[in-house]
């Protein structure tokens, strides 16, 4: 479940997405794999949710490893607003 201001992080390929966790784990950063939410698209299915107050340590860990999403999305109340 994606709550209100969490951000989605979409990657290319399940491959990636699963190299981010892995990495992030490593980090000992929070986030959690979720599936990618119905009003999202993705061919990987599978998405990181990351509350606001993770959201930079997150996007430097994956920078650092060249492994930025390729789309992040914002919960807004019903919606989702695309960040960047």
Known sequence: ???????VAIFH???RVLKAEK?????GVDFLLIPVPR??????GL????????????LSVLAGHDLLPVELHQKIEDGYQRCG
């Open 1 to 7: 479940m994606v709550h209100d201001k969490d951000f």
């Open 13 to 15: 390929s399940i491959h």
């Open 23 to 27: 990495i992030l784990k490593e980090a």
């Open 39 to 44: 009003q999202l698209t993705s061919d990987c």
């Open 47 to 58: 998405a990181l949710r990351i509350a606001p107050q993770h959201r930079t340590k997150v």
